[in-house]
């Protein structure tokens, strides 16, 4: 079972559109850092107590320039992941997560290892070969669950004459890994505005040292 709770002094803004009640409606969810700054790759759910389907044809984390990418990943419980290799050399990819330990064999970009992830969950990915890899697969129990774009936002469709509850994900937001914002929906909002206690979490690719950036030089040449 998730752990997915948060205190209650998050700050949370609603800006309430439409009197009618639609039978289906589209929620527009804009997440902001704790400094007011559009949140992207936050994971934002609706849940009614109904489960998604897995993606029949599966979803992809590939890694590219030494990075994952995506950086957040979100697939409902049941889908295959593909993990190609799409840098010219060999990474070994991880996880210690409870959702869903496994390890990659090193491996070139002749190949794309795929992993069922059957378990609801947060699972953490990282690579042996390069410490700063680090990236996140979002495994949904909710009805619908979408990642933020560069502006903070995300949309989603829900009955508004139904019982659910908002989910807000963000690494970071909590010792606990599995903990996330959540608020009930009562109304017809079409649009809401959540302000997590986070700063922007990222990959970075490290300086080269003096010697990588010799070699890379003698290399081009």
Same mark, same amino acid.
């Given at each position: 079972?998730?752990?997915?709770?948060?205190?209650?002094?998050?700050?949370?803004?609603?800006?309430?559109? =439409?009197?009618?009640?639609?039978?289906?409606?589209?929620?527009?969810?804009?997440?902001?850092?704790?400094? =007011?700054?559009?949140?992207?790759?936050?994971?934002?759910?609706?849940?009614?107590?109904?489960?998604?389907?897995?993606?029949?044809?599966?979803?992809?984390?590939?890694?590219?320039?030494?990075?994952?990418?995506?950086?957040?990943?979100?697939?409902?419980?049941?889908?295959?992941?593909?993990?190609?290799?799409?840098?010219?050399?060999?990474?070994?990819?991880?996880? +210690? *997560?409870?959702?869903?330990?496994?390890?990659?064999?090193?491996? *070139?970009?002749?190949?794309?290892?795929?992993?069922? +992830?059957?378990?609801?969950?947060?699972?953490?990915?990282?690579?042996?070969?390069?410490?700063?890899?680090?990236?996140?697969?979002? /495994?949904?129990?909710?009805?619908?669950?979408?990642?933020?774009? #560069?502006?903070?936002?995300?949309?989603?469709?829900?009955? #508004?004459?139904?019982?659910?509850?908002?989910? /807000?994900?963000?690494?970071?937001?909590?010792?606990?890994?599995?903990?996330?914002?959540?608020?009930?929906?009562?109304?017809?909002?079409?649009?809401?505005?959540?302000?997590?206690?986070?700063?922007?979490?990222?990959?970075?690719?490290?300086?080269? *040292?003096?010697?990588?950036?010799?070699?890379?030089?003698?290399?081009? =040449?």
């Amino acid at each position: 079972m998730l752990k997915f709770q948060i205190a209650s002094t998050l700050v949370v803004g609603f800006i309430l559109a =439409g009197l009618s009640i639609a039978n289906a409606q589209t929620l527009t969810v804009t997440v902001l850092d704790q400094q =007011g700054q559009p949140l992207a790759d936050a994971v934002v759910s609706i849940d009614t107590g109904q489960t998604q389907q897995p993606l029949a044809g599966g979803a992809i984390m590939d890694q590219v320039d030494t990075l994952f990418n995506p950086f957040v990943l979100t697939v409902p419980a049941g889908t295959t992941v593909r993990f190609p290799n799409s840098d010219n050399i060999r990474h070994q990819v991880y996880s +210690f *997560s409870a959702a869903k330990p496994f390890e990659l064999p090193l491996y *070139s970009n002749r190949e794309a290892p795929t992993i069922d +992830f059957n378990e609801a969950g947060i699972v953490v990915l990282g690579c042996n070969i390069h410490d700063h890899m680090r990236a996140y697969i979002y /495994v949904t129990p909710h009805t619908e669950s979408q990642v933020t774009n #560069a502006a903070g936002q995300a949309q989603l469709t829900w009955a #508004a004459a139904d019982s659910a509850t908002l989910r /807000v994900w963000y690494p970071g937001l909590s010792e606990t890994i599995t903990e996330e914002f959540q608020r009930e929906l009562t109304d017809a909002a079409t649009e809401l505005t959540v302000q997590l206690p986070v700063t922007i979490q990222r990959q970075e690719t490290p300086e080269l *040292s003096p010697l990588q950036q010799r070699f890379n030089r003698r290399k081009g =040449g």
